[in-house]
T-cell receptor, first 112, second 116 residues
């Protein structure tokens, strides 16, 4: 089954404790991205990747890191999480930009 | 960069009525305009998209129109049903054919409620 898989689905952590949210797709998509969803603000892009080893900042990259060492994986790293990073996070992939984006199940992160 | 505005933020209609959601975009180079539906607690899913070389596209009860000159596009849902209740997001990006920015920029969403 074609899918985008994120883990974990729920995460509660403390300020400053490094965490990684994993994202994996099995559709051989070139384009992957991370979004955060906050009430009233819609989906805002954090980082995107056009292919292996090619990443770029989205609209709200501060406090986040990403890597794309393999085509299928695109982890989101929070080196020192802060409470303002409490949000619902979605990973998405598409064959290329300008084509349908497939979203993961979402990760609800709470930073206390 | 691209800026997408979406209106209204909430929309309540009676079952069977039509619903219209409108979006405007700022970057004239944008040429791909998808619409996503997000049911409560679920992930966004594509329901329809349109490219800048066409002015209208239909899929059963759903249609999207695009006015490139005015830089706005709209989602039309006819004969609404309770299962249409969800949050709808418009988005804009530059597609694969042209160069430039690669971001998919979303609107802030419309909460559609279809009442019985």
């Amino acid at each position: 089954e074609a899918q985008v898989t994120q883990n974990p689905r729920y995460l509660i952590t403390v300020t400053g404790k490094k965490l990684t949210v994993t994202c994996s797709q099995n559709m051989n998509h070139e384009y992957m991205s991370w979004y955060r969803q906050d009430p009233g603000l819609g989906l805002r892009q954090i980082y995107y990747s056009m292919n292996v080893e090619v990443t770029d900042k989205g609209d709200v990259p501060e406090g986040y890191k990403v890597s794309r060492k393999e085509k299928r994986n695109f982890p989101l790293i929070l080196e020192s999480p802060s409470p303002n990073q409490t949000s619902l996070y979605f990973c998405a992939s598409s064959f290329f930009r300008g084509t349908e984006a497939f979203f993961g199940q979402g990760t609800r992160l709470t930073v206390v | 960069g691209e800026n997408v505005e979406q209106h209204p933020s909430t929309l309540s209609v009676q079952e069977g009525d039509s619903a219209v959601i409108k979006c405007t975009y700022s970057d004239s180079a944008s040429n791909y305009f998808p619409w996503y539906k997000q049911e409560l607690g679920k992930r966004p899913q594509l329901i329809i998209d349109i490219r800048s070389n066409v002015g209208e596209k239909k899929d059963q009860r759903i249609a999207v129109t695009l006015n490139k000159t005015a830089k706005h596009f709209s989602l039309h849902i006819t004969e609404t049903q309770p299962e249409d209740s969800a949050v709808y997001f418009c988005a804009a990006s530059i597609g694969a054919i042209t160069g430039g920015g690669n971001k998919l920029t979303f609107g802030t969403g419309t909460q559609l409620k279809v009442e019985l």
